[in-house]
């Protein structure tokens, strides 16, 4: 088994140590993509959940592109909502995004780390 770590360039830095993917390599490829934050590469942010909703969603999507996946490979997603008001603007951007994919899905409401992310999104994904 082989690990590698993938940190796309067209993404935020991670900042603490640890890497935005881990890519085991085995007989089969799994990709576990750390909590994608709703910030641009410059770190900066959309006001609206909107907006932190969409790019926590890009930065995931950079996230598998750097692994050589996409969202068809996304296997099991889970999102943490610092506001349970966003659930229904968050599950139809999500909705919309996905199309028909199915994954395994998990929402969560907890405090997030930084005040002002509204959402963070992690995934595992599988080639």
């Known amino acids: 088994m082989r ?3 993938h940190d796309a360039p067209d993404a ?6 640890y890497a935005q993917a881990m890519e085991v390599v ?4 799994l990709l576990f993509v750390s909590g994608q934050v709703p910030l641009f590469a410059d770190g900066s942010r959309p006001d609206d959940f909107a907006g932190q909703c969409r790019q926590a969603w890009a930065n995931l999507e950079a ?11 996304l296997v099991k997603v889970t999102t943490f909502l610092a506001r349970r008001e ?30 002002a992310w509204l959402i963070e999104i992690e ?4 080639a």
């Open 63 to 73: 996230q598998l592109r750097a692994a050589g996946m996409g969202l068809d490979n």
């Open 26 to 29: 085995a007989a089969a490829r």
């Open 123 to 126: 995934a595992v994904a599988a």
């Open 86 to 115: 966003d659930a229904a603007e968050n599950r139809a951007i999500r909705n919309e995004i996905l199309g028909g994919r199915r994954v395994a899905l998990t929402v969560i409401l907890p405090a997030i780390f930084d005040e």
């Open 3 to 5: 690990l590698i770590a």
């Open 12 to 17: 935020p830095a991670a900042q603490g140590g």
